[in-house]
């Protein structure tokens, strides 16, 4: 049966971030749940069931461009897809550099692709970013590349892994996740003028430590002596950037697209190169 209130699909849906952010927006959306995994899928689905919160799993592997197409055909199937909110991506821990690359930039590249292709009118998109964009160092960064994400994407991945092993091989997964990121920013940004031919929105979002599952994993690797650094010394709360993602989803920032919102607890504005580089030298 066709939705009437709009269908709005969450990646990543069984982590912290997106079955926080699926519990605000199941409130007025028919929700489309996607992730990699069918056990913590559906697991995420009945505690949102548990809440009055109807949600339906769909497993989806996000590097499969094909698998990402039936995804989205899926959903508009449903109903006009109003909202995309992708929060799936791995870090430094959970992957090799190009395992990352894949998921985080790729992955992002065929979520975009596949729904603007089934996006109804007015329809917005926000992609998770991470802090690590802004703190990624610029010269390392092939920015000239990113371009082909509209004509070659695995061309891209490929200079983008090749990027990653001019350095050490220890240092390769955390060098992958910020130049993943700083790609997401930068693609969001490009994105806009496409995304807005259709009456659309698209922003990034960029988090800092959050107390979620991923971020605990990363802070005994960086993240939690990241926090010295910020004006506000803890781990973001789950419910503080899902609250932020779904009114990004939402309706009410209208004017709001092209851009990338950092919310990070103030590290990036309490943190200077010499600080970043003795954290780098103490990692190793």
């Excluded at 939690?224 to 939402?250: D, P, Q, T, Y």
Aim: hydrophobic share 45%; glycine share 10%.
């Amino acid at each position: 049966m066709a939705s009437e209130r709009g269908v709005a699909v969450i990646t990543g849906g069984a982590g912290g971030m997106g079955l926080a952010t699926a519990r605000i927006m199941g409130r007025d959306h028919d929700l489309v749940l996607t992730d990699v995994g069918s056990e913590r899928l559906d697991k995420a689905v009945a505690e949102l069931a548990a809440l009055g919160i109807a949600a339906e799993p769909y497993t989806c592997d996000i590097t499969g461009r094909a698998a990402v197409l039936r995804l989205a055909q899926h959903a508009a199937a449903r109903g006009p897809v109003v909202a995309v909110v992708h929060t799936a991506g791995i870090s430094p821990q959970m992957g090799s550099a190009e395992t990352i690359i894949k998921v985080n930039a790729l992955g992002t590249i065929n979520v975009a692709d596949a729904f603007l292709a089934v996006a109804a009118e007015g329809f917005r998109l926000v992609n998770v970013a991470s802090m690590a964009a802004h703190l990624a160092p610029g010269l390392l960064m092939p920015e000239r590349a990113y371009r082909y994400a509209f004509t070659d994407p695995l061309r891209l991945i490929r200079t983008m892994v090749r990027r990653c092993r001019m350095l050490p091989e220890s240092t390769r997964p955390g060098m992958a996740y910020s130049m993943s990121k700083h790609f997401v920013v930068w693609y969001s940004k490009r994105l806009a003028a496409r995304v807005g031919a259709r009456g659309g929105r698209v922003v990034s979002v960029s988090p800092g430590s959050f107390d979620t599952a991923m971020g605990r994993l990363e802070e005994r690797s960086g993240a939690g002596a990241m926090l010295r650094f910020a004006a506000l010394k803890r781990f973001g709360k789950v419910e503080e950037i899902a609250e932020l993602l779904a009114f990004c989803a939402s309706e009410k920032p209208g004017y709001l697209t092209g851009a990338d919102i950092l919310c990070d607890g103030g590290v990036v504005a309490g943190i200077s190169r010499r600080d970043l580089l003795a954290l780098a030298r103490s990692s190793q």
